[in-house]
């Protein structure tokens, strides 16, 4: 046994109390927006990242890993997998802990903070801590995700409180939340507006029923940071969108995300187009435009993977800058965003460094 492992307990102890402290006090200022744009002829799913830091990697992940999840609570058993699909997805805490990301199946889903949020209690399930990571590794279409709930649960003990939004390539889109320890998902009939912001969906939807066009008076806020006017904000853009008039989903899209950015808070603007299969982005330090083509993007387990920083310089198509992953660089983001992250400064070094080690440690290829 080594020492890291050994150490695990009482480093864990340390990142799940120094995180909630730090919950607590910035919950207030953290503010994120998605939502799915469909009609006949397109279907893009757009996000802002609203935070303090704006690194981070895109990363190109592999299928045909095997993998283990890494656990805040050692007493929790472990969900163990094989990647079964490729990935593109954004991190800024560290590789294989995803802020969100699109799978080569073009099944997307993005988090977003929920203060509300609580997590199951421990049962017989094995619990995965990266959510994001084990669904774009492990399925395709959104009702996949959902009958996942059977098969593993997320860790009680993950601090982030959040909640997702996802949407498939038929189309298909459905909000993930923990709620009073309970999976709660609306999808179809239950899902009268593709979009997701701070407050919980049921909240979202209820108040949004006081605006000109969904049943109230009131008129549609514009410009305001509140979870909820940005979620009416939002609805409404995706009701009124026309692809005859308003031009290309992908602008209409960005436009959006223009019109309910959190000042300099909002660090990257994310597009998925889904009938593509492509990522455009964003970023506050580079206003033009950047592609990644996952059909263009090397999956197979046997070559090395693939990263870029979110804030390259390079504009357009960003397939032929990517690069070969190091540890260093995993090293780098991980001590970076822990050390720039209020409260988690100080956060011990051989729990950085657990961090560091995770995507090798556990993986082992295997076929695909």
Known sequence: MSPLHV????????LVLTSCIFLSVTQALLACTSFCLKDDASLVFGKNYDWHL???LVIVNKSGVAKRALLLDQSDKAA?????????????????????????AGLVLEVMMLPSTRHPNPDSRPAVTAWV??????????KEVIESDKKIRLAAAVPMPLHFLGC??????????????????HVDETLPVTALTNDTYKDSVNYLKQYTGFGGEKTIPCGSWRSLDRF??????IKKYRSDSDGPAIEYAFETLEAVKQGDSTKWKIV????????????FRHSKTKTIRLPSCDFDRKTPVQVISVNT??????????HRYETDLNRWLVHYSFKHTPLLSFIPEYLLEMLVQYPEAPAVEVSR
Request: charged letters at 25%.
């Open 7 to 14: 150490r695990k307990g009482s480093a864990i102890k340390v």
């Open 54 to 56: 704006d690194n981070g």
């Open 80 to 104: 163990e997998w094989i990647s079964k699909y490729g990935s593109v997805t954004f991190n800024q805490y560290g590789r294989e802990l995803p802020n969100g990301g699109m799978n080569e």
């Open 133 to 142: 990571q084990y669904q774009l590794d492990s399925h395709a279409t959104i």
């Open 168 to 185: 498939d390539r038929k189309g298909n889109v459905a909000t993930f939340e923990f709620l009073n320890g309970e999976f709660v998902c």
């Open 232 to 237: 009416v904000y939002t609805a409404d853009r």
């Open 272 to 283: 998925y187009d889904l009938n593509k299969m492509e990522v455009h982005y964003k970023t």
């Open 313 to 322: 310089s390079q504009e357009g198509l960003l397939n032929p800058y990517l």
